[in-house]
């Protein structure tokens, strides 16, 4: 979800926040009002600009009542059409809690246990090791512990035409890096095949249109989806945008149902406030109980310990995952949030019981960290810390990692501008290509360019520009993907393989694709 889903948070991720600093002194009772009032507009103004944002939604629920819920910028800088609270964006990995929830509340139900395995409902159900197989747990689909690496895999899945029970069935390719169960490695595929269970246990009802019988229609939430199937053709939408590898540019639009109960919802900040004040109100909304307590509870208690250690960045100690919600403390309150990244958008959810207290932040551009500053400005407001500017903060300290990007790529430009004459003839790279996870990609010589096509991504391209040795300059045409070396396997004339690299937003690893 692109935490992106976290998807994509790209490049320089973090990239920044804008201006003066107000004077560090502590908030008084008043001061989250003053803030919100008297400061909120001109905030997030100054960090749209610093971090070249088209478009950004807000809504903060306090004590029952919506208190801030608007629209700032454009949805499209073409027409300059404006956002507001109703605006459409993909919502990405903050459907993960919708999931959980819907999984909580069928155990409620007696329809399933979270303990029973798996494989009692998805008999084809398989992970690299036979042994984690039979242990994994349906809990164990959500708890982003089954030993994969954060997002690996998902190169192949995300955006791609594998089904669902495609994705699933390849989930035994995943050569686990981490021990089962011991260490956190953030897993879109697990959460699908937990979504995949509710048609088992419920005769064939599917995860979206159990998600928007038991959840969405309740809260009236009817400007929320369940799928991105549609989503362009809809009135009222934020048009995704990235300057990750280059000017700021419009994106194509994720089709990300094959991953749906891990993030193919989209929403509003509108109707987002009916779902944090379900949340803030033990499952209740407008007096009527629309989820059971107990599975709402559920949902937060700990499935996977993140970390212990105190932030150096924030008022927080410890870091959990339950099912599909973080949760942490923040300056002695107990928060529970989540984040989501697609192409061109990132966005969080986040809620403090304690408080009464409810954020939600969506924007149409992934390269930046504004979306998480603005949340920690609006807890610190009301949670009486110290005013820092987060915005500020994050931009300091994603300086090294926007440097670095824009090094790397000129560097890759000055070894292609050599124009350098590979010693196997551009012919002879020509071919099919496969991964074991991926499937099969093909490769084409094009005048002085190889040009990659992707069975799984019909269209989505790579240009190879031959810089030296064996190495040559991948541009994929979708820029999410990225500007990296593609590094060929020569033994004798004879092209073997093919290393690719994409931003570690979609998938942290190298695939490695042999010439078969």
């Not at 948070?9 to 107000?22: K, N, R, Y």
């Not at 995704?240 to 089709?255: E, K, T, W």
């Not at 379900?278 to 407008?286: A, I, P």
């Not at 969506?362 to 609006?378: I, K, P, V, W």
Request: glycine share 8%; proline share 5%; hydrophobic share 35%.
């Amino acid at each position: 979800m692109r935490t992106r889903f976290i998807k994509p948070l790209l490049g320089g991720l973090f990239a920044l926040a804008l201006g003066g600093a107000a004077p560090a002194t502590a908030q008084t009772a008043s001061a989250p009002n003053r803030f919100v009032a008297d400061s909120l507009d001109r905030y997030i103004q100054r960090g749209m600009r610093q971090w070249q944002i088209p478009g950004l939604a807000v809504v903060v629920v306090k004590d029952g009542q919506v208190v801030v819920s608007k629209g700032y910028g454009v949805r499209d800088l073409a027409k300059k059409e404006p956002v507001d609270d109703k605006t459409l964006f993909l919502i990405a990995s903050n459907s993960k809690l919708f999931t959980g929830t819907a999984l909580a509340n069928l155990e409620q139900q007696k329809k399933l246990s979270l303990n029973d395995a798996a494989t009692k409902y998805l008999p084809g159900f398989q992970l690299y090791d036979p042994t984690s197989t039979q242990l994994t747990t349906v809990r164990d689909l959500m708890g982003h512990h089954l030993g994969t690496k954060t997002f690996q895999g998902d190169f192949a899945f995300w955006d791609s035409n594998f089904t669902r029970e495609e994705i699933i069935e390849r989930m035994r390719t995943l050569k686990p890096v981490y021990q089962f169960r011991q260490d956190y490695g953030y897993c879109n595929a697990g959460f699908l095949a937990a979504g995949e269970i509710i048609p088992k246990v419920t005769g064939g009802t599917t995860w979206e249109n159990y998600v928007e019988q038991t959840m969405l229609k309740p809260l009236g939430m009817s400007n929320t989806y369940m799928l991105t199937a549609g989503f362009a053709q809809r009135p009222n939408i934020a048009l995704p945008y990235s300057n990750a590898y280059g000017p700021l540019a419009v994106l194509p639009i994720d089709q990300i149902d094959n991953l749906g109960p891990a993030g193919s919802m989209v929403s509003s900040v509108s109707d987002l406030a009916k779902w944090l004040q379900c949340q803030l109100d033990s499952g209740k909304y407008q007096g009527q109980q629309v989820l059971p307590w107990a599975a709402v509870r559920r949902t937060r208690d700990p499935n996977t310990l993140i970390s212990t250690r105190k932030s150096s960045l924030l008022p927080e100690h410890f870091r959990t995952y339950g099912l599909g919600v973080f949760a942490a403390d923040y300056n002695g309150r107990q928060v529970y949030w989540h984040t989501g990244g697609a192409t061109g958008y990132v966005s969080n959810t986040c809620f403090v019981p304690e408080e009464r207290l409810g954020i939600a932040v969506l924007t149409n551009q992934d390269n930046h960290s504004f979306f998480e500053a603005l949340r920690y400005q609006l807890l610190d407001a009301y949670l009486g810390m110290p005013y820092v500017d987060r915005s500020r903060q994050l931009w300091n300290r994603s300086q090294a990692a926007r440097d670095e990007t824009r090094q790397n790529i000129a560097q890759l430009n000055a070894r292609v501008a050599k124009k350098n004459k590979p010693a196997v003839a551009l012919k002879n790279y020509a071919g099919q290509y496969t991964h074991p996870v991926y499937g099969p990609i093909t490769i084409e010589a094009k005048g002085k360019q190889l040009m990659l096509r992707f069975s799984r991504h019909p269209e989505l391209r790579a240009t190879l520009d031959y810089m030296d040795a064996q190495d040559f300059r991948a541009t994929y045409s979708n820029l999410t993907y990225g500007i990296y070396p593609a590094t060929f396997v020569v033994d004798n004339g004879q092209v073997k393989s093919v290393e690719l690299r994409v931003n570690d937003g979609i998938d942290q690893d190298p695939y490695v694709f042999t010439r078969g």
